[in-house]
């Protein structure tokens, strides 16, 4: 055959070649399935919508097969991105983080003017309660506390209106005043954040995975759990009150060395006479 010549094919690769190609692709049935709902789905279905939708219509069709034919016929998915203007967008309106403004200057001298705060989880009966506490850095005091059997927001906000309620403390008092933090979801959720706004509190907050940037609490914590007896407890209530006890032992009566010896109410009222 001439053409074959000018080709330069040989006759039977020629008629090898013809045969084939009028055999219909085994996979083109199903593709023209999968295609239909690709199409219809605007190229955005994965391998798994085609699934659904194929079973739909009474085909089941194996996911490795799907992703082969979607392969094989360059049927790619378009993949939905976010906008990166809205996500800057929610992360400023959402939770922020502040700088380290404490910067560990745990010396204070002044009560009510920097407080440090923080959650930890106290565990009893197989189960866990969460304690939320705002300690005054001058005085070591415990200004609020608040405990509960879930991680929910109203934990940290409980114990922000423990701190306003206090009856050694007034909104006025709080003004200006600094609470340093880490850099958990609750210090940074607008909710919080807000609150503090409106109460003219400064936020700090520890760089992250220094939890020395927060001494004070972590210190308090590490002498509660070594001071309290907490997992013989069997019930919430009997945990919340053995809580409550030791913070009115550990303010008024837990004498302290770095306190001059004194508990932490007592200290406080020593350096407010100072003042």
């Known amino acids: 055959m001439l053409l074959c010549q000018i080709a330069d094919v040989s006759r039977s690769g020629y008629y090898r070649w013809l045969k084939n190609s009028n055999i219909r692709d085994k996979d083109y049935d199903d593709y023209l ?17 085609i699934q659904m939708k194929l079973s739909e219509i009474g085909v089941i ?26 996500m800057l967008m929610r992360k400023s309106l959402q939770h922020r983080t502040f ?27 197989y189960r866990f309660a969460y304690l939320s506490v705002i300690k005054d850095i001058a005085s070591g005091e415990v200004v609020a506390w608040s405990l509960s059997k879930h991680l929910e927001m109203n934990l940290v906000m409980d114990t922000i209106d423990q701190m306003k309620n ?3 403390l007034s909104t006025c008092r709080l003004k200006g005043a600094m609470i340093h933090s880490d850099q958990g979801f609750h210090y940074t959720n607008p909710i919080y954040i807000k609150e503090l706004r409106k109460l003219n509190i400064i936020q700090s907050m520890s760089r992250k995975g220094n ?13 509660l759990k070594d001071d309290v007896d907490y997992e ?8 919340h009150s053995l809580i409550a006890n030791y913070m009115k ?17 007592n200290y406080r009222n020593h350096l407010l006479t100072a003042v």
Not at 33 to 48: D, M, P, V
């Open 211 to 223: 939890c020395i940037d927060n001494a004070p609490i972590e210190s308090f914590f590490g002498h």
């Open 232 to 239: 013989k407890c069997k019930t919430f209530n009997e945990i």
């Open 61 to 86: 069709m194996n996911h490795k097969k799907i992703i082969r034919i979607k392969q094989k016929y360059n049927l790619l998915t378009k993949i939905r991105r976010q906008n990166p203007y809205k």
């Open 99 to 125: 700088k380290n403004k404490l910067n560990r200057k745990f010396d204070q001298l002044i009560p009510f003017t920097t407080f440090s705060t923080d959650i930890t989880y106290i565990p009893y009966n």
């Open 166 to 168: 206090n009856p050694n």
């Open 249 to 265: 032992y550990y303010n008024n009566e837990r004498q302290q060395w770095n306190l001059k010896k004194m508990t932490p109410v």
């Open 33 to 49: 399935q999968i295609n239909e709902i690709f199409l219809r789905g605007k190229s955005k279905f994965g391998w798994r919508t």
